[in-house]
Every structure is written in C-alpha cells, then in structure tokens.
C-alpha cells in the first residue's frame, strides 16, 4: 500500500452540510455554541425591541462591557478545562481570586508605598507578579495534595474554597482595601485602560496576519507530508470567516465613545475645552487583550507541546499515561499550579476592575468557571475538552447573567435560575450529540 | 531458528520476588531470554506472569531480585528506564488512550518535537502511516481517536508502538486474546520477522497451541512461583498443560 498518504478516508456520500463540514473540518459543536451564543444574544435584543421598546443588548455598549465582563471568567475556564480533562475537578478558584485579591490590595496599598513611595511606576508590576506567584502557589500546594497523598480533588478545592476566603477575611480583618494603584486599576478595564481605535486596529491587523499565516503554514505543512489538502474555496473561506470576525469586532469596540463625563475629564487635564464633535473609541480593553493572549498561550500548550499530549492522555486512560512512562502525579501538580496562576492573574483583573479588593471578591466565581469549561465541551468524564470551548461558555454564561439584567430580570433569583437550567440543557445537548456522532 | 542457549542472555531476571499485601504474587522466579529467542509464558490467570513481566517492563518494582540485561545489572524504576533499556511492552490491555489518534498514541511518552520544541504533528503521523503501511497495510483511520478502531486495528497500533521504536526485548501479553483469525496470523508472522532480526520476545499466551508454535522455549508459573522452563520442542501439549494444571515438570524435560 503506497498510496495511503493520499487518500486516508473512505469516501461516503455526503449531504451539502456534512461535506462542508468536511472542507472546512470545522468542529459541528463549536457551531452549535457559535449558533446557541448568537440565539441568546439576538433573543435578548428582540426582547427588549418589542417588550421593552428598545433594544439594548447588541449595541457596542453592552457588547463591550460584555467581553469585559467575560475576561476574568473566561481566563480561568481555560485552565478549567485542563483540570477538568484529567479527571479532576477545582472547586477553589473563587477563593483564590479572593485570597490573591486581597493580598495584592494589601501589598500595594499598604506595603508597597511604604518602601517605594505611593504611586511608585513599579507597585503594579511587582502586584501583578505576586499574585499570580501566590495563586500559582496555592494551586501547586493543593495539586501536591491531590497528586501525592491521593485525595481527591473534589476535596482538597472544596477545603481550599473554605481556607483561602478564610484567610482574606483574617488578611485585612474583613476591610475592603480601595483604591488600588492608578496604573494596576488600568489592567480592570474602564475608558482609560483600552487601547483606543488605532490600538485596536493594530491589535486587529496583528490577529488577521496570525490567521493567515495559520492557514498558509497549515497548507504547507499538509503538502510537505503529502496529507489531503482542503479545498482551496474552503481555506478562503476560513480566511475571510477568521478575518471578517476580526474586522467586526474591532468596529464595534470602536464603535464605543467615552461617556461625556470622561471626555471632560480627558480634556480638562489637557487644558481644553471639550470639542462638540468629541469622539473618543474605547477599542479593545486590556482585559479582554490579557484573555486574548491567555487563550492563545494556552492553546498553543494544549495543541502542540507535549504537555496538552500528556493532559489529554491522561484524561483519556491514565495508567496508559503512566506506562508510557509520563510522571502524572507531577503533571497533577504542574495543572493546579497553572489553574492557581490563572486565578491569581483573574484576581488581578477582578480586584483592578472594582478598584479595590473586598471579602466578595472572586465569590462563587468557581461555579461560573465550571459551567463554562462544561458548557463548552469540556467532559466531566475527562478526556475531552477545547480551549476556545470553555471561552465561548463563559461568553454564553455571562451573555446569560448581563442579559437576564439589561430586560429587567436583574433580581439575582432569575439569573441563577436561566444560568441553572442553561447549565443542565447545554449538558444535555452535549449527550445527545455525543450519543448521534457514535 | 535454533537458539543456542548460551553465551550472555539478553535479559536475565534472578530470584525475582513481589508480595502485595502479604501475598507472594511472583516468588523467587528466575528466567532468561536469549537474542532471536520466543519465551512463552504460560499459567493459570493469577499464576504471577504478567507480574513478573511487569517487573521487566517498569510498571512494578520488584521487592527482591536483580535484573541483567546483556550481562549487566540494570534498575527498573519505572516505565521510562525500561523503555531506556530497549525493552518495549505491548499491555494486554493495549494501553491506549482513547481519546487520541493512532499518531498521539504511537508516540505517546516520545512525541517528535520540532526545533521549538513543539509538537511536530504532521511528521508523527506521517512516521504513523509509514510503519503501519508495513504493519496493516488495510489501515486507514489515522485522524479518529483510537476509540473508533476494531480491535484488531487497536492491537496494530499498540504493536506499531513497541516496534517502531527499535526494541531489543518485546513483551507480549496475550497478544491476540481480542483478534479473529487473520489478525492472529499476522501477529504471528510479525513474531516470526521480529525474531529472524534477533529481537527476543517474552510471550504471555494462554493458548498452549500458539505457544508450541511460536515459541522456543516455554516457562510455566503456578502460584507465583516457577515450575520450570522446557524446550517446546522436547515436550508435548499434554506435558505443558501438566505443568499448567498440576504444577509437575516433565521428567524428560529436566
């Protein structure tokens, strides 16, 4: 048999969508999320359209705030999904934003200033750094736990979800430490912390060169090894969905003026008086920037480092990890220390976003991460799970939260209860799916 | 196919012992595999033979005992010094994950990583359909996850595995308890090429008729411990399966 480079695949006869699908090798549940996410977004418009009388959801406003919102919960789904593909589970990472929180406030609003002077260029880096350091820590040290004295994680994350808001409570005797550092602050977002409309072409032309460099090298590399080619009318069109998207989303962070009152502010610092046809874009926020590149990294981790082989090994038989020579009780370790580094680098977001780190901080955040690691294809069987899944989750769940708010359900019991039953449903549809395709 | 029994064995396993719990699950076993040689390993299930194997193959440390390869005395900790040692396992269970491709798994343990150290997928998989063209030219599923194969296309791909990366000692267990018949022949034709390239083969086989047909000697354990080692071609299936059942070696053998 020479010629099985060429043609791996049986031939079948195909309806016009399987074999798009085909071409385009487009995963069908990450459409079906795609499809579920704008189901919600426009249901959410309509309803305020023709019940409220104005549509609010998709304006640049609400979809700003929205990836803003979406930033801290979807940074630490990432590292859910890891936790999750190996079968285990952290029911601690609300906490440790909390605990991270509230040592960072303490460390630069109390500490810091005592040594560098208040306002010092340096207070932000070295805050940042340590609360991921610390997070990083936690997460390692529960990790060693699980891996070494074989507790299981469901128990060691639910003691650590005690322990640690246990500690941020005693760190500051139940204080609310604010403000925080002018420059940390910019990392929560706000006006002053997004790029601004070149910025976020910048960002943008960045992004756009990336995709088309992914599918040209992918093409290369393909005919370098003589596998089968996509069709050339399906490359352009992942080229021109991966470009369009980009495009789109930049126009509508673009699309969103500073409110009149920073405008004002803006201009009084610079001695003028506001112009009547001020336009100022937010563009891009740094959080959803950090998210951006978080999702990136830990993509490229999970797809094409050996440590993303040996997580998903392990998630799919860990004694044939074992005998294939991975050590997995340091992988176990290595997964919660990086869990833990993503929920410090989230409390970081979150303590910055609210100017000030409070007892609150973080809480039931490890519920949001969860369901969005499951909402978006992560198994809770192990084995099975995507990044940019558990990022499209956390977009659904949070469109959910924001959504229920902007059509006058605001009242917490309402969200819980649409944010419960998507959770139930979206498992339910993943069953069903998974039952179809075998 | 002669084997001359002497000379340096490959490997040498010497008064092998491992207890779990109080039980002697392989006690004071010693046993030897020469180059190009097949050494079956037969008994009751229990009887302490993929125990003993797994002593070999790093999965298990053994309690007491030494194990030489080529004469020198080596330690085992874990799969990965075994795997340093050229000794390549294929699990009864295959050991498999099976959420991942025939490629992922092949490699899984020793991925090729290109100069940035990134996983260099599209060589792995194109080394993949390299070797299980020799192995299953019929193969073709190289992009599902090994969930989705036959079990027989699951046992190419763990054989693929422990021959792709030029083992010296192969250890079998039970290589073909899940294939139908044209797969056993191909397995026993794929011993029969790894032999003639002077590979030694420890076969765990409970079909003592594979055994006298693919093996140059066979060792026999009962309960733990080893009841002795014949030449297949000095004894009969009825010695062996008396040595099997009743624990006797035949006395001619001796």
Known sequence: MTDTSHRPQTQEKDGPIAAFLRATELDPRLIGMVGALFMIWVGFHLYGVFVLGDGSFLTPRNLWNLSVQTASIGIMATGMVLVIITRNIDLSVGSIVGVTGMYMGLLQVEWLPQWLGLGHPAIWVVTVIFGIAMGALIGAFQGGLIAYLSIPSFIVTLGGLLIWRGVAFLASDGRTISPVDATFQLIGGGPFGAVGATGSWIVAAIAGAGVLWMIVNGRANRKLHGFPLRPVWAEVFMAALGLGLIIGATMVVNAYPWPKGILKQYYDALGQEVPADAFISHGYAYPVLILLVVAIGMTVLMTRTRFGRYVFAIGGNPEAAALSGINTRAMTVKIFALMGALAGLSGVIASARLNSATNALGDLDELYVIASAVVGGTSLAGGVGTIYGAIIGALVLVSLQTGMVLIGFGDGSYRKIVIGAALVLAVYLDILYRKRIK | ?254
């Open chain 2, 1 to 254: 196919m002669s084997t001359s029994n002497r000379g340096t064995p490959l490997v040498e396993l010497r008064d092998i012992s491992i207890a779990f719990g109080g039980i002697k699950a392989v006690d004071h076993v010693s046993i030897d595999l020469y180059p190009g040689e097949v050494v079956g390993l037969l008994g009751h299930n229990g009887a302490g033979k993929s125990t003993l194997i797994k002593c070999l193959s790093g999965a298990y440390q053994a309690d007491a005992g030494e194990i030489l390869i080529n004469g020198e005395k080596v330690t085992i900790t874990n799969p990965r010094d075994a795997r340093s040692q050229n000794i390549e396992t294929i699990y009864q269970t295959l050991a498999l994950a099976d959420n991942l491709d025939a490629a992922s798994n092949l490699f899984l343990g020793r991925e090729i990583v290109n100069s940035m150290g990134f996983v260099d997928e599209s060589r792995m998989e194109a080394e993949t359909r390299k070797i299980m063209g020799r192995l299953n030219p019929n193969f073709r599923k190289f992009n599902v996850p090994v969930s989705a194969l036959s079990g027989g296309q699951r046992q190419s791909v763990a054989i693929a595995r422990a021959v792709y990366f030029n083992a010296k000692i192969l250890i079998m267990d039970e290589p073909t308890a899940a294939l139908g018949p044209h797969e056993t022949q191909m397995v026993a034709e794929l011993i029969q090429e790894l032999k003639a390239q002077g590979i030694g083969i420890f076969l765990i086989e409970h079909d003592i008729h594979s055994v006298m047909k693919l093996c140059d000697r066979a060792a026999v354990m009962k309960n733990g411990q080893l009841v002795g080692t014949v030449k297949v071609d000095d004894v009969t299936d009825e010695d062996i399966l008396g040595m099997i059942i009743l624990g006797k070696k035949p006395a001619k053998a001796a």
